[in-house]
């Protein structure tokens, strides 16, 4: 598995939308912060409304432009940022591990983002701030059960260390990437099934020289009844 950061001259083969949710403070603007900037600043205000940033990376030889989304936790804020899960192929859920509300909230947030966004996207839990290890307010196994149930990624991370925040979002985005290939090399495989079919059923195939003319006739090679 190849994950470098591509040219930014290069083609770009895919888009890949990316959303972060989860209640206000819990990290998620540092984390998108680190991400795509390896930067974290101490002074971070609360998300107004939407933001985003991209990142482009190689997966598997293909040059990927993440970008993501940074959806404000704040519950007045919550009709204006559904909008914005239309199109998001990858989710981040961010919690806080020293607030423990913020993991009950967790469901409710995942059942609004499923309600909204497509079926097949890539989920990941995020227990954020483990670098506050000593305020601890949720067990890792509580966290791991949850994943585990809901069918969703899940990992501990630091943005102020630094600590699983890369591999973190490079496992969602190989996850999409893995997904959307397979979804390609299915679609060229029915339509290749399709086209043999087609020409078993009777497919005329014009040879040059041998075009349509005029007065309705046809001319054509390997006709099957």
């Known amino acids: ?73 704040q519950e007045r804020y919550r009709a204006v940022t559904t909008a914005y899960y239309r199109g998001a192929v990858g989710a981040m859920l961010v919690y806080d591990i020293t607030k423990r509300q913020t993991f009950d909230h967790v469901a409710k947030w995942l059942e609004e983002l499923r309600a909204h966004a497509d079926n097949n996207i890539v989920i990941m839990l995020v227990g954020n701030k483990s670098d506050l290890g000593t305020l601890r307010d949720v067990p890792t196994e509580d966290a791991k059960d949850f994943a585990q149930r809901e069918n969703l990624f899940f990992m501990e991370t630091s943005a102020l260390e630094a600590t699983n925040v890369e591999i973190a979002f490079q496992t969602v985005l190989t996850e999409i990437y893995r997904i959307v290939s397979k979804k ?37 090679c390997c006709s099957y009844s």
């Open 1 to 73: 598995m190849s994950n470098l950061y591509g040219d930014f001259n290069q083609k770009i083969d895919y888009v890949f939308k990316i959303v972060l949710i989860g209640d206000s403070a819990v990290g998620k603007s540092q984390l998108l912060s680190r991400f795509a900037r390896n930067d974290f600043s101490l002074d971070s205000r609360a998300t107004i409304g939407v933001e985003f940033q991209t990142k482009t990376l190689v997966i598997d030889h293909k040059t990927v432009k993440a970008q993501i989304w940074d959806t404000a936790g």
């Open 184 to 220: 390609s090399l299915v679609a060229n495989e029915e339509a290749e099934s399709a086209g043999s079919s087609a020409l078993l059923k009777g497919t005329k195939i014009v040879v040059p020289g041998q075009e349509p003319v005029s007065g309705g006739s046809k001319f054509s």
